[in-house]
């Protein structure tokens, strides 16, 4: 590796602390480099704070001249003035002698217009380094903006023999403590966790993450003839149906109209700034999503053991996962975009 991606990795190692603390705004380090050496490191850390950039500055010891730095950051700075000043103005002001990026900002409110104001002010800058790990990283704020859509990620547990429930719905415990654990972290690093009328009604989930300290993220289901009942907690909610529009205390019902498409959900959520969605329901809100299109990710969390025979079979995959990874008790498969 040459140093540009060793300083390069630094950045989105720190970036990735802020994973579940900054949506819909992106995870973004940064590095501070005079003689080869990193002698300053920020990250963003929480939404409405300070970006990696100025942290990065903020970190900087005394007596070290900006003009013989060079400044690493895994995405564009902005050039626009939103909860915070705009990073490459504060880079101007500053006087840093060089910049080095790895994705650009698809906002439209920067995409270039930061490296731009960069190059006027006479600032050497160089894009681009690691990009496709940069713009993996950050691939909800990517999807978020390039597509004007929430990413999506569809998750499912299944038996060794391919099912997700009994012929009767009866709930059962199929995945261990470990791949339970795995998934209330998952929940805590999306914005939002949706399911379907049919898992409200059989299990009443709470979809949050006591098993694992994170922020709760927002509850959606979809149940057009409002057959489910409230979720238990008193956490955000936004129920979608076709009969009311209301707000109580945490609960949101949003009408919408009848026969809603996927398509339509997805608009409502980014109008709401819910930059990505961890969808728990059934097989039939699955498959809802998997013919939609909108599945950007799946995570299957596979039985090694527990085998029912007969039951509601779980979505068949005409791939290979792209990862693995194993507990003592189940096999957790990845996959990427299905391809049409």
Known sequence: ???????????????????????????????????????????????????????????????????ECTLYVNLEPCSHHGKTPPCAGLLVEKGLGKVVTGSGDPNPLVNGRGIQLLKDAGIAVETGVLQDACDELNRRFMVFHREKRPFIILKWACTADGFMAPENRERIQISGEEARVMLHRWRGEEDAVLIGANTAIMDNPMLDTRLYPGKNPLRVVLDPNLRAPQLQGDLPTLVLNSLVQKKEGNCEWLKMPQDFAVADVLEILYQKQIASVLVEGGPETLKRFMESGFADEIRIIRSKNVRIQKGIEAPKMNSVPNKTEETETDMIEFYGREKA
């Open 1 to 67: 590796m040459t140093d540009h991606a060793v300083f390069m990795r630094r950045c989105l190692e720190l970036a990735q602390r802020g994973q579940g603390h900054v949506s819909p705004n992106p995870m973004v380090g940064s590095v501070i480099v005079y003689e080869g050496k990193i002698v300053a490191e920020g990250w963003h850390q929480q939404y409405g704070g300070p970006h990696a950039e100025p942290n990065a500055l903020a970190a900087l010891p005394a007596g070290i001249p900006l003009k």
